[in-house]
């Protein structure tokens, strides 16, 4: 090792490790919550962040919370990557598949005109739609690290978490009610949750709550949903972020970030079968415990006063992005029939 690094590291250690503590240790208080009481892991470390605000002011504390938010957030979504199986997706039929990319696009397209009409930014508008569009929180948190970083948008990624989660599991409730009465079939119902629930916990929740094989097919179809982050960050990374968060973080622009060029090797070595299952599951769940322990700094490091003066136009943006989702799939699972 060179004398640099043997230097360097000991310092950066001695500068982060407080905050970094304290983030990891309110994300396993999330988790054993989350798992005891079968609450979302991923708002009750928002909530524990912002309970715990108070300690951003410490100056010890600083430096490794902003790395908890930041660079973990980043290892945590390039780990997301292990999730995705190609051929699995490709197992689901053609039809499914342009239905439902077809309505992530939709839902893209309407935020962007909901957030106009509601006075919310582009950059709200990325955030909460490709929130509702791939995967809940995960996706919003991919969303925000490569949006230009202040207090605003923090605020804004603490709101869209908190919102979208709600959303996901009044989905995960209510979503299996609808489609049993509509007397589907357990193919369609597998794409109708798949392709419309937030978070892939709920998806996950609701399938199996109707059939263990509505649960397999809505899994599958969540995971292509998740396949697509790449590109929907990539897209907004150039339409509205280009290079800001890795020249604030790094000094430089790049012109793809390092996290979703990991995102898509993972995928790449998992879907080619050179990594192993156990391996893969291992690299997911170190994925969702990175992303829970970088939400929960993300928590404290947003003032929760800010988040409640946002007013109602950010819930009823997200509503609506989570109606046309839900309209545009259930329509196309219906006009196929």
Not at 168 to 197: C, K, N
Not at 202 to 226: D, N, T
Request: hydrophobic share 60%; net charge neutral; aromatic share 8%.
């Amino acid at each position: 090792m060179p004398p640099q690094v043997k230097h360097a590291f000991p310092s950066w250690l001695a500068r982060h490790y407080p905050g970094i503590l304290i983030a990891a240790i309110g994300g396993i208080c999330a988790e054993a919550i989350s798992q005891h009481y079968g609450a979302p892991a991923m708002l009750i470390a928002l909530l524990i962040g912002l309970a715990i605000h108070f300690v951003h002011d410490l100056d010890s504390a600083k430096p490794g919370i902003g790395f908890a938010s930041r660079d973990v957030l980043r290892f945590g979504v390039a780990l997301l990557g292990l999730k995705i199986a190609y051929s699995d997706i490709v197992s689901i039929g053609l039809a499914p598949l342009l239905l439902v990319a077809g309505a992530m696009a939709v839902t893209m397209v309407s935020a962007v005109f909901g957030a106009r009409m509601l006075g919310l930014s582009h950059e709200f508008a990325a955030l909460s739609g490709g929130s509702v569009a791939v995967c809940g929180a995960s996706a919003a948190a991919a969303i925000s690290s490569v949006l230009p970083q202040d207090k605003d948008s923090e605020r804004s990624l603490a709101v869209v978490i908190a919102v979208v989660t709600v959303m996901a599991t009044v989905a995960m409730i209510f979503y299996p009610l609808l489609i049993a009465a509509l007397g589907l079939s357990p193919q369609d119902m597998g794409v109708i949750l798949g392709g419309t629930i937030h978070d892939v916990a709920q998806v996950v929740a609701a399938g199996k709550a109707i059939s263990p094989k509505v649960g397999e097919l809505s899994i599958l179809v969540k995971l292509m949903r998740v396949a697509m982050l790449l590109p929907i960050v990539m897209a907004v990374h150039f339409w509205l972020g280009r290079g800001a968060a890795n020249q604030q973080s790094t000094g430089k622009v790049q012109l793809v970030p390092s996290f979703l060029v990991a995102f898509f090797a993972f995928a790449a070595l998992n879907s080619l079968h050179l990594v192993s299952e156990t391996m893969s599951t291992w690299g997911a769940t170190a994925s969702h415990y990175f992303l829970v322990v970088a939400i929960t700094a993300i928590g404290i490091k947003t003032d929760l006063k800010s988040v409640l003066d946002v007013g109602w136009r950010p819930f009823a943006l997200i509503v609506f992005e989570t109606i046309i989702m839900l309209l545009v799939v259930l329509g196309g699972v219906l006009a196929m029939r």
